[in-house]
């Protein structure tokens, strides 16, 4: 993924401690962030500033360097300097729960916070994750995830959880995680199990017990990291696909997985990370905005950048 030099810069947890002097004299004044560490490589701010230019919003959407010990200071940074919000990602997620005066009912529950919206002075933190990968799933096969049944690659992971839990509030047809650490994966189907009463299954990840689970699933999504980087195989292995299997990657490199390789290989609809991507920031700039984001452009924006 190629990020043009027009949104390439990344300002530092120092320089939102400066306020007001740096943000609001950018042409448009930055009333949106993202932090993360690292940060310079996401694609957030494309599809921001593509919806703030859309809708005739005169603000833009930076990326701030923040570390783990930074994020405190740098979120009550951004109350100084007159911002809207922000979205959180690697490592913030969770830390910043216990950071916020309201926390949606969905990201308590998917124990991670991507976007926070400042209202009154006070930090209300929500997690964009799980419905951005409903609506993907939606818009990528064309059926909701109520009528599925479903297995997670990586399904107790931060991503995986917050899918995990979209599943079960949607009441999918059957849930199934797999994830390498198994006790992560029956924790959370335990959590699931007693907070919103569904069944779901935790099975390790092993070729055995992977080929039962596909054979009873139709949606597969991998939620793990493996796809990040060129080279990196398939979580699948060589485990068999069918045409009726749906496979959704939640990796968005720009290029294509071993694991949409595969899909394709055997005939089973496949799409990529970069549609859960589009939607969890329309979500986010809803939650900012309280008005429909604009979709078209927001797509557009990602095509300069997908490879
Ligand atoms: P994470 O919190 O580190 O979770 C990773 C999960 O994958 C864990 O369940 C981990 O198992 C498992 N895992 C790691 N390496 C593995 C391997 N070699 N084999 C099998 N399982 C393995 O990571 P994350 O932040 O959730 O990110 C996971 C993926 O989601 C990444 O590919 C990321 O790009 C994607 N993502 C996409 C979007 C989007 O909008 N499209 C948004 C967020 C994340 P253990 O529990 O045993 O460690």
Known sequence: MSIPPEVSVVYTAKDLAGGEKIFQRLNPPARLAIFGDPVAKSASPFIQNAALKECGINSQYVRVHVTAADLSESLAALLQADFLGCNLTMPHKLAALSLMHRVSKEANLMGAINTVAIRNGKFE???????????????????????????????????????????????????????????????????????????????????????????????????????????????????????????????????????????????????????????????????????????????????????
């Open 125 to 307: 933190g929500f997690n964009t994750d799980g419905p951005g990968f409903a609506a993907a799933i939606k818009e990528e096969f064309g059926m909701p995830l109520s009528t599925l049944r479903v297995l997670i690659l990586g399904g107790a992971g931060g991503a995986g959880r917050a899918i995990t839990v979209q599943c079960a509030l949607e009441k999918c047809h059957s849930i199934t995680i797999a994830n390498r650490t198994l006790e992560k994966g029956t924790a959370l189907a335990e959590e699931i199990g007693n907070g919103l009463g569904n069944s779901v299954t935790a099975i390790t990840f092993d070729q055995e017990n992977l080929t039962k689970a596909l054979e009873s699933s139709d949606l597969v999504v991998n939620a793990t990291p493996l796809g990040m980087k060129e080279g990196d195989p398939s979580p699948l292995c060589d485990l068999h696909l069918g045409k009726n299997h749906l496979v959704y990657d939640t990796v968005y490199n720009g290029g294509t997985t071993a694991l949409i390789t595969q899909a394709r290989d055997a005939g089973s609809k496949s799409a990529s990370g970069l549609s859960m991507l589009l939607h969890q920031g329309a979500k986010a700039f809803e939650i900012w905005f309280s008005k429909p984001a604009p979709l078209e452009a927001m797509r557009e924006s990602l095509k300069k950048i997908a490879g």
